[in-house]
């Protein structure tokens, strides 16, 4: 999954190509400090019906619902519009680096697919004493 071209033209070529389980890896994006704290987990993957805050470029601090997810990287939000010089409106694309998740899709509970993810992720039953050092290993006596 790695690309290992340093021509711009290959890489973006690359990143088009993926499959969308390869994709799906890359498009994972920060989740905000309340629900890092109630899930335990700092990222997952970007889907259409989060919420989220823009957190750099024009539209800072502007917050709303993400339309669509493109293939170079990039999120539509419905919220963030620019307007033309014929009146019409239309939603750019804002990098998902630059966005935060404050709330996931609006159903009634969460699919199975993303709290699979969250189940692995999470943190919980480790204090910080015990992520800062690892595991301790036990040391077993050779009897000569």
Do not use: C
């Amino acid at each position: 999954m790695r690309i290992e071209s340093k021509k711009p033209r290959k890489q973006r070529k690359a990143l088009f190509n993926y499959k969308n389980n390869q994709r799906s890896k890359l498009l994972s994006t920060r989740v905000a400090d309340f629900l890092r704290e109630e899930y335990g987990i700092k990222s997952l993957p970007l889907r259409v019906g989060d919420d989220v805050r823009i957190v750099k470029g024009e539209f800072k601090d502007f917050e709303g619902e993400v339309i669509e997810i493109t293939k170079n990287q990039r999120a539509k939000i419905k919220e963030a519009k620019f307007e033309k010089s014929d009146g019409t409106e239309f939603n750019p694309s804002i990098h998902i680096s630059n966005l935060v998740i404050t709330k996931f899709i609006k159903e009634k509970k969460m699919d199975p697919w993303r709290a699979s993810i969250i189940e692995r992720k999470a943190i919980f039953g480790f204090s910080k004493e015990d992520l800062l050092t690892g595991p301790k290993k036990q040391k077993e006596e050779v009897d000569k």
